[in-house]
């Protein structure tokens, strides 16, 4: 009896001590990957390194931001440090416009009591009502103490800030190109935005100045605009209607104090047919810009009727980038075969039943630095397209095309059709299928 209870003592003795290697090791192997500290013993997440928890903070959306500065007392001054608060949008929607969330009341104003000295990267997202511009507004309004660089308006969809009174909108803009006097970037597309208050933006922030997009702006003059070209030398990127283009305008931009232009776009409306007459820009004044800025990408959209487009592309213009959005005549894009020889990109949504091959081939011929295509509700023999792309060749990066708009020929089918653009593209290349549902 005593013998077997001894064995047994024995056999448990050993159990136990095996059981307790065994943690042992498993506890090493853990140990070795997570660290000793992390299983044995709970992080102090108050004492982590200032830089680790900023570096956090500063990829966390802001709700989540806000929970994690309940945390503690030192994550939570680590909450309003002004490196987090550089750069912020507010959100502005009203729950019978809009689905999308806006940003707190209560965060609102403690943006604007404790860290409007600090926002430098300014954007306002409103939606289509006019309660929300109005509260921009307000909250620009408040900025007295800003000394921001980059501010964007931005509309989610009209009319927005349109419907907001001038002198309320002029007032509010004020206040930030007063006080920031160091202002690169603005974008104040579809807005009141008049020549007055681009007065106040350029004796405040003229040496500053690099881009301003300001497209369907009703109240802005030539000479408006024209003052702004006259005094920031430093513009680089500019967006505005067709209307308040001028010869000067070019010239302005093209002097020897000015900087070379990067990017012009060029927005060209009409909402009523017949109702707008549209000026004519002089070859020597598009000459002027590129001999100025040889770089320079001149984009235009156009949103016109067909009756509409005869004051354009009549002799050679530096165009780039062509958006048509509605219908465009066969003359119109036979005009730019002929006179756009920087032509880099061309985006036809519609044209009409009559194929283009003639004038397909033409741009291909005349503009050597085509490297992109887009065609809508048009129509195109196989034969005339795989012509346009053999011309063409590698260069054509982009190439998008609705199966529908390729007509069928007695050379080629469409099954063949892709097989011959891919070889002259030297990648494989299928037309764009219209979606079924």
């Known amino acids: 009896m005593m013998k077997r209870a001894r064995q047994k003592v024995v056999v448990e003795n050993e159990a136990t001590q095996t059981s307790q290697k065994s943690k042992k090791q498993k506890t090493c192997s853990y140990g070795s990957v997570f660290g000793e500290s992390a299983l044995h013993a709970s992080i102090d997440w108050g004492s982590l390194p200032h830089h680790v928890i900023l570096r956090i903070f500063q990829f966390l959306p802001l709700v989540d931001r806000a929970r994690a500065s309940s945390v503690c007392r030192r994550w939570n001054e680590i909450f309003h440090i002004p490196d987090l ?226 004051a354009f592309f009549r002799e050679e213009t530096p165009v780039t980038h062509l958006y048509f959005g509605r219908a465009v005549s066969k003359a119109m894009l036979g005009r730019i075969g002929m006179n756009c020889p920087r032509l880099i990109e061309l985006v036809v949504c519609a044209n009409g039943l009559q194929p283009l091959d003639d004038e397909l081939i033409r741009i291909a011929e005349r503009c050597k630095n085509l490297t992109a295509m887009g065609l809508g509700e048009c129509e195109v023999t196989c034969r005339g397209f795989i012509e346009f792309v053999k011309m063409c060749g590698g260069r054509l990066t982009q190439l998008s095309i609705m199966e529908e708009v390729l007509i069928p020929d007695n050379d080629y089918s469409l099954d063949r059709l892709h097989l011959e653009v891919s070889k002259h593209l030297g990648r494989m290349w299928f037309p764009d299928m219209m979606p079924t549902w």
């Open 85 to 310: 608060w550089r750069r912020f949008e507010f959100e502005l929607n009203q729950p019978a416009t809009s689905y999308l969330k806006s940003t707190h009341p209560d965060l609102i104003q403690q943006i604007i009591k404790r860290h409007a000295d600090h926002l430098q990267y300014v954007s306002f997202k409103v939606d289509s009502s006019t309660e929300s511009a109005e509260a921009a507004c307000d909250i620009l309004s408040q900025l007295v103490n800003c000394s921001i660089k980059t501010l964007g308006l931005i509309s989610t969809a009209k009319p927005s800030f349109m419907n907001v009174s001038k002198a309320h909108f002029a007032s509010a803009l004020t206040v930030v190109f007063v006080n920031s006097k160091s202002l690169s970037s603005i974008k104040v597309d579809d807005t009141p935005l008049d020549d007055p208050s681009l007065k106040v933006l350029v004796a405040n922030n003229s040496d500053t100045l690099k881009l301003l997009k300001m497209s369907s702006c009703p109240h802005v003059s030539p000479a408006g605009i024209l003052c702004v070209a006259d005094q920031c030398h430093g513009l680089k990127e500019l967006a505005l209607n067709y209307y308040i283009l001028s010869d000067e305008l070019l010239l302005a931009l093209s002097s020897e104090k000015h900087v070379d232009l990067e990017h012009l776009r060029i927005d060209v409306v009409s909402e009523n047919p017949g109702q707008v007459e549209f000026h004519t820009i002089k070859k020597q004044s598009w000459d002027a810009l590129v001999k100025h800025s040889p770089k320079v990408n001149i984009v235009m959209y156009f949103f016109l009727y067909e009756e509409e487009f005869d």
